[in-house]
């Protein structure tokens, strides 16, 4: 009897019970369940889909204060800020010595701040009416939100907050796991973080999204996640599998800028709207479905550029730094070699000294 069943209680079948069911019976239940869910997917994608235009033209007014506080979004990323300022509070008190460097909290605050803007700010009401302002909202995802995070170093810091246990059960296996070693590589980092820009792009599941709102935000999750990998080994400071140089890191980075630019020329110099939801799209207001779709090419093409110049020369600030550091720590310590030969070139003299003394004697 399975423990807590009651006698002459049903029980589920097992695993081999399952597995040695009449084929009758699984097709039967296959069969209601693809029934099942064509009944229930009309039903499904008008819940999910976001719906008319709004009435009244996109304004500053209304993208910086018209947010919408969408429980399943903001909830999550309050609860990640509550739990980094708690997290860190713990580390500070255990070890007041090295604190966490307050630049990281402000760091993680701000990428959840971004991720908050792209998704609950007046730019998510019109991210499925206007292709420039859905591109704004990726920018921010990709190439704000993501490297903030990873300047954050999040896994650094749930390293020190575990307990032993937990960190060699649970978080260096996933570190060291195959599948992390392998997707954070930083040549496979970079061709998922492009594969996903150009594959979202020109294939049917952009359109989707703007139909679907989990495919929508299946999207976002894509975006994020792919970003997050590519800029982990340009200006992540969490423990890798892979380390690059800082001259890497700048022609790692640097690379990604040229195909973000085509994929913008590309979208930019289309001649017809790539996406039917914008072309179809009924609203009063507002340019053509071609003209917003130039429009978003634009976008991409340079606030893209802008924002990776920018990181490159974050980049390349912090191998400055890292060569001051270099070189005073050389100097440190060829100055304690120095005093090193001083210190044994004094113990030399005076030894030299009290055998000459004793040799007198």
Known sequence: MIPGAQSGSATRPTFRDRATMPPMVLR?????????????????VRVLAHGPAPADPPSVANLLFGWSFEPAIILPLVAAAVVWVAWVRRVNAAHPSTPVP???????LAGLAAIAVALQSGIERYDTSLFSIHMVQ??????VAAPLL???APVTLALRVATPRVRQRVILPILHSR???????PVVAWLLFAGVMWGTHFSPLFDLSLENRFVHDLEHALYLGTALLFWW????????????????RVLYVFLQMPQNTFLAVVILNATAPLYPHYATLVRSWGPSALVDQQAAGAVMWLGGDLLFIGAIGAILAGWMRFEERGTRGADRREEA?????????????????????????
Do not use: N
């Open 233 to 248: 080994p340009a200006v992540g400071l969490d423990p890798s599998p892979w380390r690059l140089p800082h001259p890497a």
């Open 337 to 361: 070699e120095r005093a090193a030969i001083r210190e044994r070139e004094t113990r030399l003299a005076e030894r030299l000294a009290r055998e000459r003394d004793e040799a007198r004697g």
């Open 138 to 143: 990726h920018l921010l995802l990709t190439l």
């Open 150 to 152: 990873a300047l954050s």
């Open 179 to 185: 599948v992390l070693r392998a997707i954070s590589h």
């Open 102 to 108: 307050r630049r990281r909290t402000a760091f993680f």
């Open 28 to 44: 039967r239940a296959l069969a209601a369940g693809l029934a099942w869910l064509v009944w229930l997917g009309p039903f499904t």
